[in-house]
């Protein structure tokens, strides 16, 4: 049964800005996701805006926001075949169970300006 769905857009410009600042990038996402963007040379930006997008989307798919989450305890990866997948730790994690959902799914997408996300959450 689908619990929640969520969806964000982020403007990849503000991303390009982002990773220059390794503060920010360390408050707002996990070392993996750090290392992952870092990897992809001039395509980082748009990795990490639809990254930044899914951790949105997330807080709104729970249907209250981002409070009380770090938002580095999401994290987005890619598996082998290149599917995004989110996993979650800590207090995300505890937002997951709270809200009585079992499953995140995630489904990404990404031009030239912009990348959106769209997650939904399942009880099983």
Request: charged share 25%; glycine share 8%; hydrophobic share 45%.
């Amino acid at each position: 049964m689908i619990t929640g769905i969520g969806i964000d857009a982020v403007y990849v410009k503000r991303m390009e800005r982002w990773i220059a600042d390794q503060k920010i990038m360390e408050r707002y996402f996990h070392q993996d996701e750090i290392a992952y963007v870092s990897s992809r040379g001039n395509g980082g930006a748009l990795s990490l805006a639809a990254r930044f997008a899914a951790k949105e989307a997330f807080g709104k798919a729970l249907g209250t926001g981002l409070s009380n989450i770090e938002l580095k305890d999401i994290m987005v990866i890619n598996k082998e075949n290149g599917r995004p997948e989110i996993k979650l730790f800590k207090t995300a994690q505890k937002a997951l169970e709270i809200s009585g959902a079992d499953r995140a799914h995630i489904s990404l997408t990404h031009e030239r300006d912009s990348a959106i996300a769209v997650v939904i959450l399942e009880k099983l």
